[in-house]
């Protein structure tokens, strides 16, 4: 007798998120949605995870999947006003007051309104 039994195997990629879990600013689609990630290639047999493969850092989107390596100084932005720690001549943008509209007492159409006595133009 003789069994028919199908090996099935692979070597898929799985990311897990790692350190400090503050969104950072994609710098492709401009969200803030970029995430440190650890990457890790296993062999599976069977979806059973065996072996690691490779494993690398990553800076990740989660809403595009750009990705790339982590590298030494060099970190996606916070979110608001472009801030990157650690950049040179860096400064807020400047606060000003505005004033209101000289017509800021009007907003939109008003109509004028006959009255009994009037005739029109």
Partial sequence: M???LPLVFGCPTRMKPEGDQ???VCPKC???STIRVKSRQWFELCFVP???MSSQ???LCTICQWSVPLQQGWEPALPGYGFQP???GWQAPPYTQTSPPPNGAQHG???AYLTTNQKPT
Avoid: C, K, M, V
């Fill in 22 to 24: 503050t969104p950072r």
């Fill in 109 to 111: 159409y008003e109509p």
């Fill in 50 to 52: 065996l072996i690691p």
């Fill in 30 to 32: 401009h969200n803030a």
């Fill in 57 to 59: 850092h990553l800076w």
């Fill in 86 to 88: 650690g950049a040179q």
């Fill in 2 to 4: 003789f069994f028919f």
